[in-house]
């Protein structure tokens, strides 16, 4: 019994059934001081004291044990094809840095294709939304994904079909990029398209349903607005859906200011803008400058030039008039390296600007892309930081 999907499903069958008494009694001894014993939902617990009313010492374990919120963690919601009952598992994605390759075990082996197309659209929309910095794709080789049932063991041998996971897979991939936890009380599902609208699932019922079996924790259930024209014959209790109409919408039910978190804080995949006002001494003159630096870690292998020049190439240009109108005119280039990103920045600024200047050793580079005095620079200056005075 403790290796079903529907563990709650399952033992809620067993405990109605017809069998005797005491057969009941044997295999519930059997899991009463078992894993299974914390997973063993307030409904089945009931009719477990039920069972055992005569000899209630028999009843030592029977805590519910709830679902906390957890980063990469959260509901799937399916439809079997054969029966047409409702499953729910629990889907785990997480991050692996050395992982070459993204990972799927057990039955996640058939949902390959849904997490690359949840990724792609996670992508999109957190490019859409990003001011003065670029999420690198590539990221998504260091992905696993599990499918688990409520003991946390891993689902081997259930075939998934269909597309309403993508809602789901796509949280839990912003989740581990964000390193935000997934608020354990809400599941959902849907479709995702090319438009990053959410649309339409079968089997709202029989979904909800199923989840409320295995996990009664959850309070609400995210759908697409599609589905919201189908009324539900089954009333169920103390819960609340929430019918969507995009990919942004579902992910700030589960992240609140998910815009103002993407552009403020440094998560897996961001490259971006790092703006430093500073001054610069040249020719014993001190002039305002800001120091440009990538937020990236070059020790990731990963390849930027293809992917990231044009994105940038439109990110300077609107640092350098957005400097421009304070009177701050020349712009210092650090952490950027020199073999790849350098000369494409010469190539971008060189016919915009009064006067180039670079300098660079193995690792770093600073480049001179813009000032009003010419005559004081010349190309190929070597410019320093000007010394804080000791207080």
């Known amino acids: 019994m403790e290796q079903e999907h529907n563990i709650n499903r399952i033992l809620r069958d067993f405990l109605q059934s017809n069998r005797p008494i005491e057969l009941k009694k044997n295999e519930i001894r059997k899991i009463i001081n078992s894993n299974l014993a914390s997973r063993i939902n307030p409904e089945n617990s009931e009719l477990i004291k039920q069972l055992f009313i005569d000899e209630p010492e028999a009843i030592t374990n029977l805590e519910f044990k709830k679902i906390e919120d957890q980063i990469g ?50 992508s999109r929309l957190i490019n859409e939304n990003l001011d003065k910095a670029y999420f690198i794709s590539e990221v998504k080789k260091n992905f696993e994904v599990k499918l688990l049932n409520t003991l946390n063991d891993p689902v081997s041998d259930f075939k998934i079909y269909g597309h309403s996971i993508e809602l789901p897979l ?33 089997g709202l019922e029989e979904k909800i349903q199923a989840a409320l079996i295995e996990y009664p924790e959850i309070k609400k259930f995210v759908f697409p607005e599609d589905c919201r024209k189908f009324k539900l014959e089954k009333k169920f209790k103390s819960i609340e859906i ?71 190439d439109r990110f300077f240009q609107d640092v350098i008039q957005t400097y421009k ?67």
């Open 170 to 202: 796509a949280i839990a991939i912003l989740s581990v990029l964000l390193q935000k936890k997934i608020d354990s009380s809400i599941a959902c599902s849907g479709n995702i398209n090319e438009d990053l609208n959410v649309t339409y699932v079968d």
């Open 73 to 122: 963690r959260t509901y799937g919601l399916f439809v079997s094809d054969t029966d047409k009952e409702g499953k729910c598992f629990l889907l785990s994605v997480n991050y692996n840095s050395g992982n070459p390759s993204t990972n799927f075990s057990g039955s996640a082996e058939f949902i390959k294709d849904k997490f690359s197309n949840s990724f792609n659209y996670v």
């Open 325 to 391: 109108k304070k009177g701050i005119v020349i712009f210092l280039l650090n952490n950027f390296r020199p073999n790849w990103f350098i000369p494409a920045l010469m190539k971008f600024f060189i016919n915009k600007s009064n006067a180039v200047g670079v300098y660079y050793d193995r690792e770093r580079a600073y480049l001179i892309v813009y000032t009003t005095k010419p005559d004081i620079i010349k190309l190929g200056t070597l410019v320093r930081l000007k010394e804080q005075e000791s207080t």
């Open 242 to 312: 929430i019918y969507i109409k995009n990919l942004l919408e579902g992910i700030e039910i589960f992240f609140p200011n998910f815009r103002e978190i993407i552009n403020s804080e440094k998560f897996h995949g961001k490259i971006g803008l790092i703006e430093n006002e500073v001054e610069i001494v040249l020719n014993n003159t001190t002039l305002k400058a800001v120091e440009l630096s990538l937020n990236f870690e070059y020790d990731k292998g990963f390849n930027l030039i293809p992917e990231v020049i044009p994105h940038f």
